[in-house]
């Protein structure tokens, strides 16, 4: 057997996944983390900027506040999208069969309507890696890093945010770190979480 290969019956297979509600929780922890981790540097650093900038305005109407919570909301559902369309690109340049093995969508209300993207094709782990922490990369770290050397606090924010929606892609990757490198990986369609193929020691 190739090194690239796959034959099932060479392969043990044991079921993977993650809590959704523990998912959730443990966002919160990592919204606590990130924000004390960004938060201060970009506090030391650019705190004089904003020290005189109102971030509560008493005389705002309703109707503006709505449009605020509405563009926020458009904002992070697009973002959100954004995540899974990088995991989805991710997935299918290692995919034999590119975007017709991506599969994109939410989980039903059970699974606290969480969104997903599904490869329908078997990833060696180290590929499965690479597409799990794209996002967090991407939309998360950077951004971030970046808010933190020009000053822009809308930018802080929302790579705060989407290193938090990526906290799922964190627990997954970290549930990885024990496998060794000659293991494939085959993502659940319906769970967040994987089957973890290791190769039988004959």
Same mark, same amino acid.
């Given at each position: 057997?190739?090194?690239?290969?796959?034959?099932?019956?060479?392969?043990?297979?044991?079921?993977?996944?993650?809590?959704?509600?523990?998912?959730?929780?443990?966002?919160?922890?990592?919204?606590?983390?990130?924000?004390?981790?960004?938060?201060?540097?970009?506090?030391?650093?650019?705190?004089?900027?904003?020290?005189?900038?109102?971030?509560?305005?008493?005389?705002?109407?309703?109707?503006?506040? @709505?449009?605020? *919570?509405? /563009?926020?909301?458009?904002?992070? &559902? $697009?973002?959100?999208?954004?995540?899974?369309? %990088?995991?989805? #690109?991710?997935?299918?340049?290692?995919?034999?069969?590119?975007?017709?093995?991506i599969k994109i969508g939410i989980l039903p209300a059970q699974?606290?309507?969480?969104?997903?993207?599904h490869c329908m094709e078997k990833l060696k782990i180290k590929?499965?890696?690479?597409?799990?922490?794209?996002?967090?990369?991407?939309?998360?770290?950077?951004?971030?890093?970046?808010?933190?050397? @020009?000053?822009? *606090?809308? /930018?802080?924010?929302?790579?705060? &945010? $989407?290193?938090?929606?990526?906290?799922?892609? %964190?627990?997954? #990757?970290?549930?990885?770190?024990?496998?060794?490198?000659?293991?494939?990986?085959?993502?659940?369609?319906?769970?967040?979480?994987?089957?973890?193929?290791?190769?039988?020691?004959?």
């Open positions: 057997m190739g090194k690239d290969s796959f034959n099932e019956n060479d392969f043990t297979k044991e079921k993977v996944t993650i809590n959704i509600i523990w998912a959730n929780i443990f966002g919160l922890v990592v919204l606590i983390i990130v924000a004390i981790l960004f938060g201060i540097p970009f506090y030391l650093l650019w705190h004089e900027k904003y020290v005189n900038v109102e971030i509560y305005n008493p005389v705002m109407n309703l109707f503006d506040r @709505i449009k605020i *919570i509405g /563009l926020y909301l458009l904002i992070f &559902i $697009l973002l959100t999208i954004m995540h899974e369309l %990088i995991h989805g #690109i991710s997935f299918a340049m290692f995919s034999q069969n590119k975007f017709r093995s699974k606290l309507f969480t969104p997903y993207c590929h499965y890696r690479i597409a799990a922490v794209m996002p967090l990369i991407i939309l998360g770290i950077i951004p971030t890093i970046i808010s933190i050397c @020009i000053g822009n *606090i809308t /930018l802080l924010f929302w790579g705060i &945010i $989407l290193i938090v929606v990526a906290g799922g892609d %964190i627990l997954i #990757i970290y549930k990885t770190l024990k496998e060794k490198e000659d293991v494939w990986v085959f993502d659940h369609p319906s769970e967040a979480g994987y089957f973890i193929y290791r190769p039988i020691n004959k």
